[in-house]
């Protein structure tokens, strides 16, 4: 094994003269890998991510690079200045499918693994009587904060579900705020693994709260028809008194350049799905998780070749939608 060699923060003449150098050869084996704001906890993930290469990988060489996150990451890969990326799910789905805003051009790029799931919950106040998620239709209910991927994933759900809430635009502390004192009926927020996220604790402080899920009929439509999110089952006990129920998600994951060759993303996926302790020191909710079963469940886009032998051979059955034509 060689010696570990983490270059978390590389030094600004590298790394300009990377971005905007040609594509990387597979055989020169210096990975570049875009990840998102280093005050996220995300980028610490993608630190031990990279140090994991460098430890467990003769051959290898890899820097964690700062970045804008899932559509930076998909803009670098599409011109090769990345050789792997954070992406979320659901964009990079319509980054592959040439959708929203990669309408005027697809980015090809293909999943190694998928780290953690996003479920979106539906909170409400209890008061307010609503049962379903029918009955937010003209209802004042924020479907996340602005610009975020779970206010766009909301919108589109609920439009394709046929549902009309009286949107309501906002900060977090601006929502819970107006959840709290009922000018806002509820609002959709990222779940932190099987539990509620602090925000909606808060609120639960203070009022009374449920969760709304999808009906039998509502799951169907959105695995039919919306190929970019996951519908996932959450078990009772999200918070205090919540039942289980099933709702939309999103996964954050790790994709590569299409152009990487298979041994090295074989090597890396292998890795990675067998050395989870220091993945888990650096981002919690990964203590106990089974990388390959969130990749089959919540993945979107197919599998980079070398990640789809690795699960092969370790026994995981991939779904047709992670297998490339």
Known sequence: MKKTTLRAATTAAFLTAALTAGPLQADDHQLL???TSSASSHYGYFVAVTQIINDKLDGIDASVVET????DNLRRISRDQVDLGLVTTNIGYQAFAGQGEFSDRAVDSRLL???TVAPQNVVVRADAGLSALTDLEGQPFNPGI????TEKTTEAVF?????APDYVRGSTSDIVDSIKDGRVEGYVKSGV????????MDIATFTEIEVLGLTGEQRATIEAEMPDVSVVGIPAGAADGIGAYDTWAFGVAVVARPGLDEE???RITKAI???????AAAFATLKGADIGEMTMKVGTQPLHAGALRYYREAGYEVPAKLIAD
Do not use: F
Not at 68 to 71: D, E, L, P
Not at 193 to 200: E, M, P, V
């Open 273 to 279: 799905n067998e050395t989870l302790e220091p993945q």
């Open 264 to 266: 090295t993303t074989y």
């Open 146 to 149: 602005r610009g975020s991927a």
């Open 193 to 200: 693994g099987n539990k509620l996220d602090g925000s909606s």
């Open 159 to 163: 439009e394709t579900l046929g549902i």
């Open 113 to 115: 693994w998928v780290y």
């Open 68 to 71: 804008g996150a899932t559509v």
């Open 33 to 35: 890998i875009g990840s």
